[in-house]
């Protein structure tokens, strides 16, 4: 537990079992919500994006790969 990494949250510093527990589920959905990037980025390899405006979503959306499993996560941390 510390104040560097990992998923902060005031209630992931209530207990060591409580920081264990958010930032394993944590973990599992920052995973989960990297695989689109993964497969976005596979597909852009072989198709051609000439059109910019595949590219304006893709990079307006791209921040909620992050933002999703955050809000997931403090949701998960209010239930311990």
């Known amino acids: 537990m510390n104040r560097f990494y990992g998923i902060r949250f ?3 510093f209530e207990s060591e079992e409580n920081w264990l527990k958010i930032n394993a589920y944590g973990a599992k959905r920052i995973i989960l919500w990297s ?3 993964i497969i976005i980025g596979i597909i852009t390899l072989f198709v051609p994006l000439r059109d ?3 590219l304006t979503i893709l990079l ?3 921040p909620l790969i992050i933002i999703i499993p955050a809000v997931e996560s403090y949701l998960y941390a ?3």
Request: proline share 7%.
């Open 52 to 54: 910019r405006t595949w």
């Open 35 to 37: 695989v689109p990037v």
């Open 10 to 12: 005031a209630k992931s």
């Open 78 to 80: 209010r239930t311990l």
């Open 60 to 62: 307006v959306h791209a």
